[in-house]
């Protein structure tokens, strides 16, 4: 996430040259949810103050001009609203009087985090992330606190309806007030069973701000957040010597690095570039060392596991300087390793597609058509990439027209379309005799 806080315009600044409030917005809201969360012990209470506080943002920030600490700034406004939401409710005077204490000893702009199990956000992470929560409601419940998205975009990403996600997001908050799960890192002997649960919510989250469900194909707060929370986790588990190795820690934060390192290039003019396409100078280099750094460590511990595998698929293509210099037989063998792990049909899926370049489109296809994904789009871009290379036509845009219907971001829907409409025409019936 980019922590750099914009200053206010100078008098007679150009509009355009105001910060855009949605991504300061997006950048904060976790970090304002999280903070409020731990000094008041409410979820509810800590999302409706922030969802406030952002309102009066909106309001200000335009004339006013974006404060140096927006995140302070949320903060204190957040609290403030929280207050006034307790003295309306008249709680009980004790509760009112612990609360008032509480804020009392907040900073008005409170100071970076100095580590991980001081890290708000960490500690909210686990909160969401505890065992007697379903783990769909987990990664929905992280993706709307921390990520700071609409119920309807959660929709979306889990292919439910909206109604049905706002109720398991405030089922989740109910279970983690009725049950009094602690807002805390739990200690070393409860920690490996609890970290698996919480790589999956950050690689969903990383994966959501990656391939948006919906509007934008890039949402890099939630990348760059995902990857911080990752860093975090690491540094946790490094600083538990009983632990011992756990690879997957350092083979998820790979896979984050290796794919965020390709993120400049994955759209161009609002529309998606496919891996091929991609102009391979403008990966950032840095991420790439790191994350392949990261991934001989993890052959070195000899304990693969799903997110290592993923990771070592993505540092193939990165080590490719060119898109036909990709080493696709260890692709799929990589993905036949996976596929043992972590048997699913998006994995068979993306299998598939290394198999296409292996084999040949006709083999992958027939690897696709069985799969049980007829409501994913990919599937069915997957599908009409194939058909197009075999010269089926007719087929392939029926199959793009049905992803371009699925598909949940404009530049994805761009792409497809276009591809979809560089088809040759339909052949036309001669006349009737």
């Keep these: 996430m980019n922590e750099h806080a914009s200053r206010p315009p100078a008098p007679g600044a150009e509009a355009d040259q105001v910060p855009d409030l949605a991504s300061v917005f997006r950048a904060e809201h ?108 987990r990664v929905a419940l992280t993706l709307r606190l921390l990520g700071g998205l609409t119920v309807a975009e959660i929709a979306s990403a889990f292919l439910v309806p909206e109604t049905t996600m706002a109720q398991r997001i405030t089922r989740s908050k109910q279970k983690i007030r009725a049950t009094h799960i602690p807002y805390r890192i739990p200690g070393p002997e409860d920690l490996p069973a609890r970290l698996s649960g919480v790589l999956a919510v950050l690689y969903l989250v990383f994966n959501e701000g990656y391939l948006g469900s919906s509007g934008e194909a890039l949402r890099t707060d939630l990348t760059a957040e995902a990857i911080r929370l990752a860093r975090q986790l690491r540094e946790m588990v490094a600083g538990t010597p009983a632990l011992g190795p756990l690879p997957e820690v350092d083979g998820l934060l790979a896979l984050m690095l290796l794919v965020e390192s390709r993120a400049g290039a994955r759209v161009s003019g609002g529309v998606l570039v496919p891996l091929e396409e991609q102009d391979r100078t403008t990966w950032d280099a840095e991420m790439i060392d790191e994350g392949h750094r990261l991934v001989r460590g993890c052959l070195a511990v000899n304990r693969p596991g799903a997110y290592q595998l993923q990771a070592a698929i993505n540092a193939v293509h990165t080590d490719a300087v060119e898109a036909s210099m990709t080493d696709w037989s260890q692709v799929v063998q990589l993905f036949d390793q996976l596929l043992a792990t972590t048997p699913s049909p998006v994995v068979a899926l993306n299998r598939a597609v290394a198999v296409a370049e292996v084999d040949g489109p006709e083999v992958a296809l027939a690897l696709v058509d069985p799969l049980p994904l007829t409501a994913y789009h990919a599937w069915h871009a997957t599908r009409a990439d194939l058909l197009r290379r075999l010269g089926r036509w007719d087929q392939a845009r029926s199959a793009y027209g049905r992803a371009i219907e699925l598909a949940g971001n404009e530049p994805e829907r761009t792409f497809l379309t276009r591809r979809r409409d560089a088809l040759p025409a339909p052949s036309t019936p001669g006349p009737a005799v």
């Excluded at 406004?77 to 009112?96: C, G, M, P, S």
């Excluded at 008005?108 to 929560?133: K, M, N, Q, W």
Aim: glycine letters at 8%; one cysteine or more.
């Design 30 to 137: 976790g970090r304002v949810v999280a903070s409020l969360a731990r000094r008041l012990g409410d979820l509810d209470l800590a999302e409706d103050a922030t969802g406030e506080a952002l309102l009066v943002a909106a309001e200000r920030w335009p004339g006013q001009g974006v404060p140096p600490n927006p995140g302070g700034w949320l903060t204190t406004v957040a609290t403030n609203k929280a207050l006034d939401r307790i003295r309306r409710e008249k709680r009980r005077q004790d509760k009112y009087v612990e609360v008032a204490t509480m804020i009392d000893r907040i900073p008005s702009e409170p100071p970076e985090p100095t580590g991980p199990v001081e890290d708000d956000r960490l500690r909210l992470i686990f909160t969401c992330c505890h065992p007697a929560l379903a783990p769909e409601n």
